[in-house]
Protein backbone atom coordinates (compact mmCIF):
# COMPACT_ATOMS: atom_id res chain seq x y z
CA UNK A 1 0.00 0.00 0.00
CA UNK A 2 1.22 3.83 -0.91
CA UNK A 3 0.13 6.80 -0.13
CA UNK A 4 0.90 10.03 -0.60
CA UNK A 5 -0.17 13.19 1.01
CA UNK A 6 -0.34 16.65 0.22
CA UNK A 7 -0.65 19.53 2.53
CA UNK A 8 -1.64 22.88 2.77
CA UNK A 9 -2.91 25.54 5.07
CA UNK A 10 -3.22 29.50 5.26
CA UNK A 11 -4.60 31.72 8.04
CA UNK A 12 -7.27 34.00 7.94
CA UNK A 13 -6.63 37.07 6.16
CA UNK A 14 -5.18 39.50 8.13
CA UNK A 15 -3.44 37.55 10.53
CA UNK A 16 -0.30 36.14 11.00
CA UNK A 17 1.13 32.65 10.36
CA UNK A 18 1.74 32.17 14.12
CA UNK A 19 -2.13 33.07 14.60
CA UNK A 20 -3.30 29.48 12.92
CA UNK A 21 -5.51 27.65 14.92
CA UNK A 22 -6.07 24.70 12.61
CA UNK A 23 -3.74 21.60 12.64
CA UNK A 24 -3.22 18.68 10.62
CA UNK A 25 -0.83 15.56 10.89
CA UNK A 26 0.82 13.55 9.71
CA UNK A 27 3.03 16.76 8.67
CA UNK A 28 5.45 14.62 6.40
CA UNK A 29 5.08 11.87 3.63
CA UNK A 30 3.80 8.41 5.46
CA UNK A 31 6.52 5.80 4.51
CA UNK A 32 5.41 3.15 2.04
CA UNK A 33 3.67 -0.52 3.25
CA UNK A 34 2.73 0.48 6.96
CA UNK A 35 -0.34 -1.05 6.16
CA UNK A 36 -2.64 1.25 8.11
CA UNK A 37 -2.12 4.81 7.92
CA UNK A 38 -3.94 7.99 10.11
CA UNK A 39 -4.75 11.22 8.59
CA UNK A 40 -6.55 13.88 10.82
CA UNK A 41 -7.46 18.06 10.78
CA UNK A 42 -8.47 20.19 13.87
CA UNK A 43 -10.00 23.22 13.93
CA UNK A 44 -9.35 25.08 16.84
CA UNK A 45 -11.92 27.83 18.30
CA UNK A 46 -10.99 31.16 17.43
CA UNK A 47 -13.51 32.69 20.59
CA UNK A 48 -10.94 30.74 22.94
CA UNK A 49 -7.71 30.52 24.17
CA UNK A 50 -4.78 28.02 23.45
CA UNK A 51 -6.96 26.82 20.88
CA UNK A 52 -3.70 25.87 18.51
CA UNK A 53 -2.04 23.87 21.25
CA UNK A 54 -5.06 22.07 21.62
CA UNK A 55 -5.93 21.00 18.14
CA UNK A 56 -1.99 19.65 17.78
CA UNK A 57 -2.79 17.30 20.65
CA UNK A 58 -5.81 16.01 18.74
CA UNK A 59 -4.51 15.58 15.53
CA UNK A 60 -1.06 13.99 16.61
CA UNK A 61 -2.92 11.95 19.60
CA UNK A 62 -5.31 11.14 16.47
CA UNK A 63 -2.47 9.93 14.10
CA UNK A 64 -0.40 8.33 16.75
CA UNK A 65 -3.64 6.47 18.09
CA UNK A 66 -3.47 7.74 21.63
CA UNK A 67 -6.84 9.09 20.79
CA UNK A 68 -9.59 6.83 19.40
CA UNK A 69 -12.90 9.46 19.20
CA UNK A 70 -15.20 6.36 19.42
CA UNK A 71 -13.77 5.70 23.24
CA UNK A 72 -14.13 9.14 24.74
CA UNK A 73 -11.68 8.07 27.70
CA UNK A 74 -8.90 8.28 25.68
CA UNK A 75 -9.18 11.85 25.79
CA UNK A 76 -8.17 12.46 29.34
CA UNK A 77 -4.66 12.27 28.53
CA UNK A 78 -4.22 14.99 26.02
CA UNK A 79 -6.38 17.03 28.10
CA UNK A 80 -3.97 16.37 31.12
CA UNK A 81 -1.31 17.31 28.46
CA UNK A 82 -3.22 20.81 27.69
CA UNK A 83 -3.33 22.15 30.94
CA UNK A 84 -0.11 20.99 31.90
CA UNK A 85 0.67 23.20 29.20
CA UNK A 86 -1.43 26.22 30.27
CA UNK A 87 -1.24 25.84 34.13
CA UNK A 88 2.14 26.84 34.70
CA UNK A 89 1.90 30.03 33.15
CA UNK A 90 1.02 33.13 35.68
CA UNK A 91 -1.49 34.94 33.63
CA UNK A 92 -3.29 38.07 34.46
CA UNK A 93 -7.19 37.85 35.32
CA UNK A 94 -8.81 37.79 32.19
CA UNK A 95 -6.38 35.22 30.99
CA UNK A 96 -6.67 33.04 33.38
CA UNK A 97 -10.33 32.98 33.14
CA UNK A 98 -9.98 32.23 29.73
CA UNK A 99 -7.78 29.48 30.18
CA UNK A 100 -9.98 28.41 33.05
CA UNK A 101 -12.66 28.29 30.70
CA UNK A 102 -10.76 25.48 28.45
CA UNK A 103 -10.02 25.80 24.42
CA UNK A 104 -12.03 23.82 21.43
CA UNK A 105 -11.65 22.13 18.20
CA UNK A 106 -13.26 20.40 15.97
CA UNK A 107 -11.78 16.87 14.21
CA UNK A 108 -11.99 14.72 11.77
CA UNK A 109 -9.94 11.15 11.55
CA UNK A 110 -9.46 9.00 8.32
CA UNK A 111 -7.88 5.60 8.99
CA UNK A 112 -6.85 3.37 5.60
CA UNK A 113 -6.25 -0.08 5.46
CA UNK A 114 -5.56 -2.57 3.03
CA UNK A 115 -5.27 -5.72 5.24
CA UNK A 116 -7.51 -7.65 5.44
CA UNK A 117 -9.02 -5.66 2.80
CA UNK A 118 -8.80 -1.80 1.06
CA UNK A 119 -11.03 -0.31 3.64
CA UNK A 120 -11.45 3.29 5.42
CA UNK A 121 -12.59 4.60 8.37
CA UNK A 122 -13.54 7.81 9.39
CA UNK A 123 -14.92 9.59 12.87
CA UNK A 124 -15.47 12.88 13.50
CA UNK A 125 -16.63 15.67 15.93
CA UNK A 126 -18.06 19.49 14.94
CA UNK A 127 -17.71 20.30 11.15
CA UNK A 128 -14.24 19.40 9.62
CA UNK A 129 -14.69 17.39 6.70
CA UNK A 130 -13.38 14.29 4.78
CA UNK A 131 -14.39 13.90 0.88
CA UNK A 132 -13.78 10.31 -0.60
CA UNK A 133 -12.85 10.69 -4.39
CA UNK A 134 -12.98 7.93 -7.25
CA UNK A 135 -12.25 9.53 -10.28
CA UNK A 136 -12.56 12.91 -9.53
CA UNK A 137 -16.43 12.16 -8.30
CA UNK A 138 -17.45 12.22 -4.74
CA UNK A 139 -18.24 9.23 -2.63
CA UNK A 140 -19.03 10.12 0.44
CA UNK A 141 -19.09 13.24 2.36
CA UNK A 142 -18.81 12.68 6.11
CA UNK A 143 -20.39 14.02 8.29
CA UNK A 144 -21.33 17.53 6.56
CA UNK A 145 -23.24 16.00 3.49
CA UNK A 146 -24.95 19.74 2.64
CA UNK A 147 -23.76 23.04 2.45
CA UNK A 148 -26.76 24.25 4.41
CA UNK A 149 -25.62 22.18 7.47
CA UNK A 150 -22.53 24.38 7.72
CA UNK A 151 -23.96 25.98 11.34
CA UNK A 152 -22.41 28.93 13.42
CA UNK A 153 -21.75 26.87 16.12
CA UNK A 154 -21.04 23.55 15.73
CA UNK A 155 -20.11 21.11 19.07
CA UNK A 156 -16.44 21.10 19.47
CA UNK A 157 -14.20 18.97 21.49
CA UNK A 158 -13.38 21.01 24.79
CA UNK A 159 -10.01 20.59 26.52
CA UNK A 160 -11.93 21.22 29.69
CA UNK A 161 -15.22 18.99 28.86
CA UNK A 162 -16.14 15.45 29.90
CA UNK A 163 -15.68 12.71 27.50
CA UNK A 164 -19.29 11.69 27.98
CA UNK A 165 -20.36 14.82 26.15
CA UNK A 166 -18.14 14.21 23.21
CA UNK A 167 -19.19 10.50 23.05
CA UNK A 168 -23.11 11.94 22.56
CA UNK A 169 -21.69 14.24 19.78
CA UNK A 170 -20.03 11.59 18.12
CA UNK A 171 -20.83 11.88 14.36
CA UNK A 172 -21.73 8.42 13.60
CA UNK A 173 -18.80 6.56 12.13
CA UNK A 174 -18.45 6.17 8.34
CA UNK A 175 -16.51 3.56 6.52
CA UNK A 176 -16.23 1.92 3.34
CA UNK A 177 -14.02 0.42 0.84
CA UNK A 178 -11.26 2.12 -0.87
CA UNK A 179 -9.46 1.17 -4.58
CA UNK A 180 -6.25 2.02 -5.93
CA UNK A 181 -6.38 5.85 -7.71
CA UNK A 182 -8.85 6.80 -4.78
CA UNK A 183 -8.60 10.29 -3.26
CA UNK A 184 -9.40 11.42 0.18
CA UNK A 185 -9.67 14.92 0.80
CA UNK A 186 -9.69 16.67 4.75
CA UNK A 187 -10.59 19.75 5.30
CA UNK A 188 -11.77 22.98 7.81
CA UNK A 189 -15.16 23.99 7.70
CA UNK A 190 -14.74 27.07 5.61
CA UNK A 191 -13.11 25.11 2.73
CA UNK A 192 -15.11 22.09 2.72
CA UNK A 193 -18.29 24.51 2.77
CA UNK A 194 -16.94 25.88 -0.32
CA UNK A 195 -16.34 22.43 -1.65
CA UNK A 196 -20.63 21.14 -1.11
CA UNK A 197 -21.20 24.44 -2.57
CA UNK A 198 -20.06 23.65 -5.37
CA UNK A 199 -20.28 20.55 -5.95
CA UNK A 200 -24.09 21.54 -5.08
CA UNK A 201 -23.93 23.83 -7.93
CA UNK A 202 -23.20 21.16 -10.50
CA UNK A 203 -19.05 22.20 -10.90
CA UNK A 204 -16.39 19.88 -9.76
CA UNK A 205 -14.17 21.41 -6.80
CA UNK A 206 -12.11 18.45 -7.00
CA UNK A 207 -10.56 19.25 -10.25
CA UNK A 208 -9.60 22.68 -8.81
CA UNK A 209 -7.78 21.22 -5.50
CA UNK A 210 -6.26 18.03 -8.04
CA UNK A 211 -4.95 21.55 -9.82
CA UNK A 212 -2.89 22.86 -6.90
CA UNK A 213 -0.59 19.08 -6.89
CA UNK A 214 -0.06 19.63 -10.48
CA UNK A 215 3.70 20.00 -10.93
CA UNK A 216 2.59 22.82 -13.48
CA UNK A 217 0.55 25.06 -11.55
CA UNK A 218 1.97 28.40 -11.10
CA UNK A 219 -1.05 29.36 -8.62
CA UNK A 220 -0.11 28.49 -5.22
CA UNK A 221 -2.61 27.23 -2.35
CA UNK A 222 -2.26 31.12 -0.51
CA UNK A 223 -3.14 32.73 -3.75
CA UNK A 224 -6.02 30.54 -4.91
CA UNK A 225 -7.59 30.53 -1.29
CA UNK A 226 -7.07 34.41 -1.61
CA UNK A 227 -8.62 34.84 -4.80
CA UNK A 228 -12.14 32.65 -3.43
CA UNK A 229 -12.20 35.07 -0.48
CA UNK A 230 -11.92 38.24 -2.62
CA UNK A 231 -15.03 36.52 -4.42
CA UNK A 232 -16.68 35.90 -1.47
CA UNK A 233 -17.21 32.33 -2.24
CA UNK A 234 -14.79 31.49 1.03
CA UNK A 235 -15.39 32.29 4.14
CA UNK A 236 -12.12 34.35 5.59
CA UNK A 237 -11.14 31.49 8.45
CA UNK A 238 -7.91 29.42 9.21
CA UNK A 239 -8.17 27.19 6.12
CA UNK A 240 -6.29 23.65 5.90
CA UNK A 241 -6.86 21.01 2.92
CA UNK A 242 -4.58 17.68 3.50
CA UNK A 243 -4.69 15.78 -0.23
CA UNK A 244 -4.14 11.78 0.53
CA UNK A 245 -4.32 9.25 -2.73
CA UNK A 246 -4.08 5.70 -2.15
CA UNK A 247 -2.30 3.92 -5.46
CA UNK A 248 -2.03 0.62 -4.92
CA UNK B 1 -32.10 51.94 -14.51
CA UNK B 2 -33.62 53.76 -11.14
CA UNK B 3 -35.06 50.28 -10.21
CA UNK B 4 -32.60 48.18 -10.81
CA UNK B 5 -30.08 50.30 -8.75
CA UNK B 6 -32.63 49.76 -6.39
CA UNK B 7 -32.59 46.55 -6.66
CA UNK B 8 -29.23 46.59 -6.26
CA UNK B 9 -29.35 48.23 -2.93
CA UNK B 10 -32.05 46.24 -1.96
CA UNK B 11 -29.08 42.90 -1.93
CA UNK B 12 -26.56 44.45 -0.17
CA UNK B 13 -26.06 42.69 2.73
CA UNK B 14 -25.41 45.06 5.80
CA UNK B 15 -24.24 44.28 9.56
CA UNK B 16 -21.96 41.54 8.22
CA UNK B 17 -18.77 43.70 8.05
CA UNK B 18 -15.65 41.31 9.99
CA UNK B 19 -15.09 42.89 13.22
CA UNK B 20 -11.23 42.34 13.92
CA UNK B 21 -8.55 44.25 15.28
CA UNK B 22 -7.94 45.97 11.88
CA UNK B 23 -11.53 47.31 11.58
CA UNK B 24 -12.47 47.09 15.22
CA UNK B 25 -16.38 47.41 16.74
CA UNK B 26 -17.37 50.54 18.74
CA UNK B 27 -19.80 49.91 21.93
CA UNK B 28 -20.89 52.89 23.23
CA UNK B 29 -23.35 52.69 26.69
CA UNK B 30 -25.49 55.98 27.54
CA UNK B 31 -26.37 55.65 31.26
CA UNK B 32 -29.33 57.47 32.78
CA UNK B 33 -27.91 58.34 36.08
CA UNK B 34 -30.86 61.00 37.00
CA UNK B 35 -31.98 61.26 40.90
CA UNK B 36 -34.76 58.51 39.80
CA UNK B 37 -32.13 55.92 39.23
CA UNK B 38 -31.51 55.70 42.99
CA UNK B 39 -34.73 54.28 43.87
CA UNK B 40 -34.73 50.37 43.88
CA UNK B 41 -35.36 48.39 41.32
CA UNK B 42 -37.95 45.96 43.03
CA UNK B 43 -38.89 42.97 42.34
CA UNK B 44 -36.49 40.32 42.51
CA UNK B 45 -33.34 42.76 42.53
CA UNK B 46 -32.04 43.68 45.74
CA UNK B 47 -30.91 47.21 45.65
CA UNK B 48 -31.06 50.53 43.84
CA UNK B 49 -31.47 50.36 39.56
CA UNK B 50 -28.63 52.50 39.83
CA UNK B 51 -26.08 49.86 41.52
CA UNK B 52 -27.33 47.34 39.68
CA UNK B 53 -27.04 48.69 36.19
CA UNK B 54 -23.65 49.34 36.92
CA UNK B 55 -22.75 45.92 38.22
CA UNK B 56 -24.31 44.69 34.99
CA UNK B 57 -22.52 47.11 32.73
CA UNK B 58 -18.54 46.16 34.83
CA UNK B 59 -19.70 42.29 34.28
CA UNK B 60 -20.45 42.77 30.67
CA UNK B 61 -16.79 44.52 30.66
CA UNK B 62 -15.38 41.74 32.33
CA UNK B 63 -17.02 38.96 30.22
CA UNK B 64 -15.98 41.13 27.17
CA UNK B 65 -12.10 41.46 28.26
CA UNK B 66 -12.26 37.88 28.85
CA UNK B 67 -14.03 37.26 25.26
CA UNK B 68 -11.42 38.91 23.50
CA UNK B 69 -8.34 37.50 25.79
CA UNK B 70 -5.68 34.90 23.67
CA UNK B 71 -2.74 33.77 24.48
CA UNK B 72 -0.70 36.83 23.57
CA UNK B 73 -2.88 39.25 25.22
CA UNK B 74 -6.31 40.68 24.95
CA UNK B 75 -7.11 41.72 20.99
CA UNK B 76 -8.97 45.14 20.43
CA UNK B 77 -12.07 43.80 18.48
CA UNK B 78 -14.13 46.13 20.04
CA UNK B 79 -12.96 49.87 21.81
CA UNK B 80 -16.20 50.71 24.27
CA UNK B 81 -17.44 54.02 26.62
CA UNK B 82 -19.58 54.71 28.83
CA UNK B 83 -21.04 57.88 29.08
CA UNK B 84 -23.29 59.12 31.87
CA UNK B 85 -25.81 61.32 31.96
CA UNK B 86 -28.05 62.84 35.34
CA UNK B 87 -26.58 66.48 37.31
CA UNK B 88 -23.89 65.86 34.26
CA UNK B 89 -22.85 64.49 30.96
CA UNK B 90 -19.43 63.01 30.74
CA UNK B 91 -17.88 59.96 30.11
CA UNK B 92 -18.57 57.24 33.64
CA UNK B 93 -15.22 55.39 33.97
CA UNK B 94 -13.03 55.77 36.51
CA UNK B 95 -9.51 55.12 37.49
CA UNK B 96 -6.82 55.35 34.96
CA UNK B 97 -9.45 55.17 32.16
CA UNK B 98 -11.28 58.35 34.01
CA UNK B 99 -12.16 61.02 31.31
CA UNK B 100 -11.57 58.77 28.32
CA UNK B 101 -14.94 58.59 25.88
CA UNK B 102 -13.62 55.31 23.86
CA UNK B 103 -11.00 52.69 24.93
CA UNK B 104 -10.04 49.48 23.61
CA UNK B 105 -10.39 46.24 25.53
CA UNK B 106 -7.04 45.55 25.82
CA UNK B 107 -6.80 48.70 28.13
CA UNK B 108 -10.41 48.12 29.47
CA UNK B 109 -9.06 44.85 30.96
CA UNK B 110 -6.09 46.31 32.15
CA UNK B 111 -7.37 49.45 33.86
CA UNK B 112 -10.10 48.53 35.90
CA UNK B 113 -10.90 51.28 39.22
CA UNK B 114 -10.30 48.34 41.27
CA UNK B 115 -10.80 44.70 41.82
CA UNK B 116 -13.64 43.83 44.49
CA UNK B 117 -13.19 40.49 46.26
CA UNK B 118 -17.28 39.43 46.40
CA UNK B 119 -18.45 35.89 47.13
CA UNK B 120 -20.96 34.20 45.01
CA UNK B 121 -22.70 30.74 45.71
CA UNK B 122 -21.82 27.47 43.48
CA UNK B 123 -22.63 23.81 43.76
CA UNK B 124 -20.41 22.11 46.09
CA UNK B 125 -21.14 18.88 44.13
CA UNK B 126 -23.03 17.23 46.23
CA UNK B 127 -26.53 18.65 46.22
CA UNK B 128 -25.81 22.28 48.22
CA UNK B 129 -24.27 25.36 47.75
CA UNK B 130 -21.06 26.69 49.16
CA UNK B 131 -19.87 30.21 49.12
CA UNK B 132 -16.80 31.08 46.80
CA UNK B 133 -14.83 34.52 46.83
CA UNK B 134 -14.23 35.92 43.41
CA UNK B 135 -12.62 38.83 41.88
CA UNK B 136 -14.80 41.61 40.51
CA UNK B 137 -13.43 43.88 38.76
CA UNK B 138 -14.94 47.60 38.22
CA UNK B 139 -14.52 50.17 36.03
CA UNK B 140 -17.02 52.68 37.26
CA UNK B 141 -19.44 53.52 39.96
CA UNK B 142 -23.27 54.42 40.08
CA UNK B 143 -24.67 57.70 40.81
CA UNK B 144 -27.90 58.86 40.66
CA UNK B 145 -28.64 62.61 40.90
CA UNK B 146 -29.99 65.43 38.79
CA UNK B 147 -32.14 65.20 35.86
CA UNK B 148 -32.32 63.46 32.58
CA UNK B 149 -30.76 65.55 29.50
CA UNK B 150 -30.75 62.36 27.50
CA UNK B 151 -30.93 64.66 24.04
CA UNK B 152 -27.31 65.95 25.27
CA UNK B 153 -26.14 62.20 26.22
CA UNK B 154 -27.40 61.56 22.23
CA UNK B 155 -25.60 64.39 20.87
CA UNK B 156 -22.07 63.59 22.58
CA UNK B 157 -22.81 59.61 21.31
CA UNK B 158 -23.92 61.34 17.50
CA UNK B 159 -20.37 63.40 18.02
CA UNK B 160 -18.11 59.92 19.37
CA UNK B 161 -20.08 57.93 16.73
CA UNK B 162 -19.36 60.35 13.73
CA UNK B 163 -15.73 60.39 14.64
CA UNK B 164 -14.89 56.81 14.68
CA UNK B 165 -16.94 56.81 11.24
CA UNK B 166 -15.12 59.32 9.59
CA UNK B 167 -12.06 59.63 11.12
CA UNK B 168 -10.83 56.04 11.71
CA UNK B 169 -13.13 53.47 10.48
CA UNK B 170 -14.93 53.90 7.32
CA UNK B 171 -16.16 50.69 7.17
CA UNK B 172 -16.49 48.77 9.66
CA UNK B 173 -19.25 46.86 12.08
CA UNK B 174 -21.08 50.36 12.50
CA UNK B 175 -21.16 51.63 16.18
CA UNK B 176 -23.77 50.05 18.37
CA UNK B 177 -25.30 52.84 21.14
CA UNK B 178 -27.04 51.66 24.17
CA UNK B 179 -29.08 53.90 25.81
CA UNK B 180 -30.33 52.84 29.43
CA UNK B 181 -32.98 55.16 31.21
CA UNK B 182 -35.42 54.70 33.69
CA UNK B 183 -37.16 57.76 32.71
CA UNK B 184 -38.59 60.41 30.38
CA UNK B 185 -35.68 63.39 28.87
CA UNK B 186 -35.70 65.96 31.35
CA UNK B 187 -34.15 68.38 28.13
CA UNK B 188 -36.57 68.18 25.20
CA UNK B 189 -37.88 65.75 22.93
CA UNK B 190 -34.87 62.62 22.03
CA UNK B 191 -36.37 61.89 18.99
CA UNK B 192 -34.38 64.09 16.61
CA UNK B 193 -31.25 63.62 18.83
CA UNK B 194 -31.90 59.88 18.38
CA UNK B 195 -32.42 60.23 14.52
CA UNK B 196 -29.11 61.88 14.01
CA UNK B 197 -26.74 58.83 15.90
CA UNK B 198 -28.76 56.67 13.60
CA UNK B 199 -28.20 58.83 10.47
CA UNK B 200 -24.30 57.91 11.11
CA UNK B 201 -23.06 55.02 8.89
CA UNK B 202 -20.55 53.35 7.62
CA UNK B 203 -20.05 51.32 4.48
CA UNK B 204 -21.89 47.98 6.42
CA UNK B 205 -24.87 50.11 7.88
CA UNK B 206 -26.44 52.63 9.91
CA UNK B 207 -25.62 53.29 13.50
CA UNK B 208 -27.52 50.96 15.83
CA UNK B 209 -29.23 52.83 19.01
CA UNK B 210 -30.95 50.50 21.29
CA UNK B 211 -32.78 51.42 24.09
CA UNK B 212 -33.43 50.13 27.35
CA UNK B 213 -35.47 50.95 29.92
CA UNK B 214 -35.39 49.70 33.26
CA UNK B 215 -37.99 49.94 36.08
CA UNK B 216 -39.31 49.49 39.58
CA UNK B 217 -42.91 48.20 37.86
CA UNK B 218 -44.08 45.02 38.39
CA UNK B 219 -45.08 44.39 34.90
CA UNK B 220 -43.72 42.04 32.97
CA UNK B 221 -40.90 42.92 30.62
CA UNK B 222 -41.78 43.91 26.66
CA UNK B 223 -38.42 42.88 24.57
CA UNK B 224 -37.32 43.41 20.96
CA UNK B 225 -41.19 44.36 20.22
CA UNK B 226 -41.70 44.74 15.98
CA UNK B 227 -44.43 47.08 16.60
CA UNK B 228 -45.81 49.65 19.15
CA UNK B 229 -49.49 47.94 19.76
CA UNK B 230 -48.84 46.66 23.04
CA UNK B 231 -46.62 49.53 24.27
CA UNK B 232 -48.23 51.18 27.78
CA UNK B 233 -47.84 55.01 26.65
CA UNK B 234 -46.76 57.53 24.67
CA UNK B 235 -43.13 57.83 26.67
CA UNK B 236 -42.89 53.23 25.85
CA UNK B 237 -43.77 54.45 22.33
CA UNK B 238 -41.47 57.31 22.16
CA UNK B 239 -38.55 55.21 23.19
CA UNK B 240 -40.12 52.60 20.56
CA UNK B 241 -39.98 54.82 17.94
CA UNK B 242 -36.00 56.02 18.46
CA UNK B 243 -34.81 52.22 18.10
CA UNK B 244 -33.30 50.47 15.08
CA UNK B 245 -34.30 47.09 13.89
CA UNK B 246 -32.13 44.49 15.25
CA UNK B 247 -29.61 43.04 12.42
CA UNK B 248 -30.71 39.07 11.19
CA UNK B 249 -27.47 37.84 13.48
CA UNK B 250 -29.09 39.82 16.53
CA UNK B 251 -32.47 38.71 16.05
CA UNK B 252 -31.29 34.88 15.24
CA UNK B 253 -29.68 35.00 18.98
CA UNK B 254 -32.83 36.85 20.55
CA UNK B 255 -34.65 33.33 18.98
CA UNK B 256 -32.01 31.43 20.29
CA UNK B 257 -32.74 33.35 23.49
CA UNK B 258 -36.03 31.97 23.69
CA UNK B 259 -37.21 35.79 22.93
CA UNK B 260 -40.38 35.67 20.70
CA UNK B 261 -39.02 37.91 17.40
CA UNK B 262 -41.09 39.08 14.44
CA UNK B 263 -40.20 40.41 11.39
CA UNK B 264 -38.84 44.15 11.94
CA UNK B 265 -37.95 43.69 15.85
CA UNK B 266 -36.60 46.84 17.20
CA UNK B 267 -34.00 47.04 19.69
CA UNK B 268 -36.02 47.89 22.30
CA UNK B 269 -36.54 46.90 26.05
CA UNK B 270 -39.46 48.04 28.54
CA UNK B 271 -39.81 47.24 31.87
CA UNK B 272 -36.81 45.72 32.20
CA UNK B 273 -35.16 43.84 35.70
CA UNK B 274 -32.05 42.43 35.81
CA UNK B 275 -32.36 39.45 34.39
CA UNK B 276 -33.93 41.26 30.84
CA UNK B 277 -31.34 43.86 31.11
CA UNK B 278 -28.34 40.94 30.81
CA UNK B 279 -30.11 39.28 28.30
CA UNK B 280 -30.87 42.37 26.02
CA UNK B 281 -27.13 43.53 26.92
CA UNK B 282 -26.45 39.99 25.34
CA UNK B 283 -27.96 39.67 22.04
CA UNK B 284 -27.51 43.91 21.53
CA UNK B 285 -23.91 43.38 21.76
CA UNK B 286 -23.50 39.90 19.67
CA UNK B 287 -20.84 39.84 16.74
CA UNK B 288 -21.72 38.70 13.53
CA UNK B 289 -18.77 38.07 12.53
CA UNK B 290 -15.50 38.08 14.66
CA UNK B 291 -12.24 36.92 13.51
Known sequence: ?248 | MDSRLTHLEANIVKYAAEISRGNPCCVLFLLDQSGSMGDPWGGETPGKKADGVADIINRWLQNLCIKCAKEEGVRDYFHVGVIGYGAQVGPAFGGNLAGRELAPVSEIATNPARVENRTKKVSDGAGGLVEQSVKFPVWFDPQANGGTPMCQALGEARRLALSWVVDKYPTCFPPIVINITDGESTDGDPSAAAEAVRSVATSDGEVLLFNLHVSSNQSAPVTFPANDAGLPDQFARLLFSMSSPLPGHMAAAARQEGHQVGDGARGFGFNADAVATIKFLDVGTRPSNLR
Not at chain 1, 119 to 147: E, I, K
Request: glycine letters at 6%; aromatic letters at 10%; proline letters at 6%.
Open chain 1, 1 to 248: MRVSLNSYWTPKAGNQDDEYEDAFAPDSQPAPDAGAYRFAVADGATEASYSRSWAELLVHGAVDGTLDLTDPSSLSALQREWDARVAPLSLPWFAEEKARQGAYAALVVLELRDTPTRHWRASAVGDSCLFHLRAGNLQTSYPMRHAADFGISPYLIGSRCVGREVAERLEAPASDAWEPGDEFLLMSDALACWFLTETEAGRCPAESIAHLADPNNSTPFREWVESLRQSHNLRNDDTTLLRIAATQ
